[in-house]
Nanobody, 115 residues
Framework: QVQLAESGGGLVQAGGSLRLSCGAP????????MEWYRQAPGKQRELVAR???????NYADSMKDRFTTSRDNAKNTVYLQMNSLKPEDTAVYYC?????????WGKGTLVIVSS
């Protein structure tokens, strides 16, 4: 079992920025990809961003101009830089380490964007 640990959430005003971190106890290079998801109150969990072991990135359309994911293999950490935050970005943000056919999840970090 791999326990991922997200951090960096908090309360921010609309238009502000936050950087989330996701630390892993093992080498993140061993995973096919690291992903960020979010779940807003009353809504389904949705994919926010994905970064492969080779460094390729993908984003949800509504976030690709504002969010950037990156990775530091030496620190076993992935990041999600979130800029120009909007109230609708309020959610619990989760990190997932993807293997073929399964994955490991963190417990999430709460982001609240006030208007």
């Amino acid at each position: 079992q791999v326990q991922l640990a997200e951090s960096g959430g908090g309360l921010v005003q609309a238009g502000g920025s936050l950087r989330l971190s996701c630390g892993a106890p093992t080498s993140i290079f061993s995973f096919n990809a690291m992903e960020w998801y979010r779940q807003a109150p009353g809504k389904q969990r949705e994919l926010v961003a994905r970064i492969t072991s080779g460094g390729s990135t993908n984003y949800a359309d509504s976030m690709k101009d504002r969010f950037t994911t990156s990775r530091d293999n030496a620190k076993n950490t992935v990041y999600l830089q979130m800029n120009s935050l909007k109230p609708e970005d309020t959610a619990v943000y989760y990190c997932k380490a993807e293997k073929v056919g399964y994955g490991y999840w963190g417990k999430g970090t709460l982001v609240i964007v006030s208007s």
